[in-house]
């Protein structure tokens, strides 16, 4: 079998769709400590994947590759086929070509960075308006959807400020929906919660998954990759360990890393 | 005619300064705000010579006098070909000098807030000035709106200086009442009422700008 071209995205087995979202050999250090190193991650479409991991594995900084956040030191990462923060050539995107790529994709943040000068429904609406030129009315309309859909529909015309935090992450998650996005990341999303308000949000999320959205989830919560998850990929000192379905990750794990880290978190 | 009966009727005089010095001012805010802005954004660019160069204007205008600036200006600059109206000459010093100040307050309000409103804005595919117009912008001002109505504050008051270089602003009609007349107290008394009038002007803006900032959970809370 011929090796894959490194600079080109591969196509999943079962049909000849791309992956809707493609991590090929990422490196990345910050200083001398090496966070990522060749770091292989396939998402077919439809697929909700979890990512799990001690502290310090470098599961964040993955997600933030994704999306380039960060830059990588090497790799590619393709988005549904196309590339993200380099072009086919290898040269860096521009800020306009890179800002038309991330519209594709959602994040939602751990500290959920809500725009605190605009009202909620102004959080929701500016990226549908602002970047995709979508009229004023049409986003209000998707706007409106998406927070009765997150259950924050009465929430609408205050500040992010006076919201819990259950209440802004759930707003945070309307806000990267209205862009229609093809892949949702999510990174910790739960870990600035108290625990009472973890249930909301992660309700949010599993009706989501439900709905067939593509979805990366870098997380704690075991029960949500257990029960929803289709994929649990296991990271360890900057790179993938293992990757299973939740069902054969959590009874029968195959490294004694993933064993230790099960025992204490699980 | 006592000396306040003289003063008023010279009142013309007084109106055409204070209409010179609110000019004065309000260009000047405007061009201050602009350049800093400017500035701003090369601080928190990618050009590490445009950074370095911005870095060292901010901080040579910071240590030099306005007086002498634009003395300079005006008085200096036509020995090397460079001439301007006083006029110009005032609203280009003040700009210049008073950007340096924007650009510094609104530094150190950009590095308050939190890295993750910019990720933000960037992961849905904003960019460049819209994001810096449209996320970031808002929340300097509305995070620094007592420091930046205390520069403008400053701003205002730096306008009396323009007297040396014959602009005809306030202080100077205040100045040529009084020397006419030889009334040496109430002419400056209006003057200075009028700046206080200005001034109290600036602080109504900045308790308005401030009752926003409050209203989003922003500001000196």
Redesign the interface.
């Known amino acids: 079998m011929a090796t894959p071209d490194p600079a080109s995205p591969t196509e999943t087995q079962e049909d000849t769709q791309p992956y809707a979202l493609e991590a090929q050999k990422i490196c990345k250090s910050f200083g001398s400590v090496e966070v990522l190193h060749d770091v292989d991650l396939t998402v077919p479409p439809g697929t909700t994947m979890s990512i799990l991991g001690p502290s310090g594995s470098g599961k964040s900084t993955l997600l933030r590759c994704i999306?380039w956040?960060e830059t990588p030191d090497s790799g590619r990462i393709f988005l549904g086929g196309a590339p993200v923060g380099r072009r086919p050539d290898g040269k860096l995107m521009s800020?306009?070509e890179?800002?038309?790529v991330?519209?594709r994709?959602?994040?939602v943040?751990q500290?959920?960075?809500?725009?605190?000068?605009f009202t909620v429904l102004q959080n929701v609406i500016?990226?549908p308006t602002?970047?995709?030129g979508m009229s004023k009315d049409a986003a209000i309309a998707r706007a409106e959807k998406l927070l009765e859909k997150v259950g924050l529909s009465e929430k609408r015309d205050v500040?992010?400020?006076?919201l819990s935090g259950g209440q802004k992450q759930r707003v945070?998650i309307a806000?990267?929906l209205c862009?229609s996005p093809e892949v949702m990341l999510f990174d910790e999303p739960t870990s600035a919660l108290d625990p009472e308000l973890i249930g909301e949000v992660l309700a949010v999320m599993r009706d989501l998954a439900s709905e067939g959205m593509t979805m990366v989830v870098v997380t704690h919560e075991m029960s949500f990759a257990r029960d929803v998850c289709e994929e649990v990929v296991f990271m360890d000192k900057g790179k993938v360990v293992e990757r299973a379905a939740p069902a054969d990750f959590f009874s029968n794990p195959k490294t004694e890393r993933a064993r230790q880290f099960l025992t204490r978190y699980a | 005619m006592t000396d306040w009966e003289i003063v008023f009727s010279e009142w013309p005089r007084f109106a055409a300064g204070f209409g010179t010095t609110l000019t004065l001012f309000l260009l000047s805010t405007i061009g201050a705000f602009l350049i800093g802005m400017l500035f701003v954004n090369i601080l928190y660019g990618r050009n590490r010579i445009a950074r370095k160069a911005v870095g060292i204007y901010i901080d040579g205008m910071r240590m030099l006098p306005f007086l002498i600036f634009v003395y300079l200006l005006y008085y200096g600059l036509p020995s090397v070909g460079i001439s301007m109206s006083a006029w110009t000459a005032g609203i280009v010093g003040l700009t210049l000098y008073h950007c340096a100040y924007v650009a510094e307050i609104l530094r150190g309000a950009w590095s308050q807030l939190p890295s993750g409103q910019a990720e933000a804005a960037r992961a849905q595919g904003h960019h460049g000035l819209r994001m810096f117009g449209r996320i970031i912008l808002p929340q300097l001002v509305l995070n620094s709106a007592p420091i930046l109505g205390n520069q403008l504050i400053y701003m205002l008051k730096d306008t009396a200086f323009l007297m040396i270089i014959t602009v005809q602003e306030l202080t100077y009609a205040a100045s040529s009442v009084q020397s006419m007349y030889f009334v040496p107290l109430e002419p400056f008394v209006v003057a200075l009422l009028l700046y206080w009038l200005m001034s109290l002007s600036i602080e109504g803006i900045v308790l308005i700008v401030n009752r926003f900032a409050k209203e989003r959970g922003l500001g000196d809370t």
């Open positions: 999306n956040l800020d306009r890179l800002a038309k991330r519209a994709m959602g994040m943040f500290s959920f960075n809500l725009w605190p000068h500016e990226a602002q970047v995709l500040y992010p400020y006076s945070a806000r990267a862009m």
